[in-house]
């Protein structure tokens, strides 16, 4: 008897205490977002805050959601699939990692999926479309730009202009997609520097290029823990927060 009731609470301070951290770093961000939005003179709802959840179990999505958090944010399509499986279907997931053509259809089948965010050619947006049914929302669309010219980042070039266009306008005639925007992920190295962040700066002139020659609203999925605040002064209408909400990541086995 004591035994068993030493180990429930045992389990029940360490749930209460990773509540409590969740909501402290949700909050401390909300905060920073809030005050930035002050600061530059944007309203607060122009910035969607998605929490990165990736390695991180359901758990702590779940301690989010009854906060009132929605918008998530996932790498790994499997993991992806468990996750929306059996947290609450109002969850808005945004698919962040790297797409693969033979992955869009599983993706698409998931009924909550909100977003995209790294499309980076007309068939795998086609391949998103085909495998989307009236019963599903209407799903976001993010252009993934290769905004440094890295090796190791996906995306399209980000000087690339008319392919991006003609990408762009491919998605924007799909009835089961919406063009929401660009999403870059940066370099580290601007990341981590003072001043205005080039990639951002090369995201945001393409969007209004875009915008212009297409006549819709072009946003901007930028900024991840290292950077939001930066992303924001610079225009970003998505942030990606991971490690600042959940901590480090658990190293993959
Ligand atoms: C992991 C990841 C994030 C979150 O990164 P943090 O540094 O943990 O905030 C954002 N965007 C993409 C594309 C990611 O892969």
Redesign the pocket.
Known sequence: MLRSLTRKLSTMSKEITRQAELFQHLAAVEESIVKECVAVGRPRTAVNLVA?S?YMPESDIQILYDAGHRDF?E?YVQELVRKAGTLPGDIRWHF??ALQSNKCKVLAKIPNLSAV?TVDSASKAQKLNDNRTDNDSILGIFLQINTSGEDQKSGLAWDATEEVLEVARAVTKFPRLQLRGLMT?GSFSESHAEGVNSDFDRLSKLATTLQTELGVPIGLSMG???DFLEAIRQGSTNV?????IFGN?PVKT
């Open positions: 990165v990736k944010g790498n962040i990692g965010e992920i991840m823990s290292s990606r927060v991971g490690r600042t990541r």
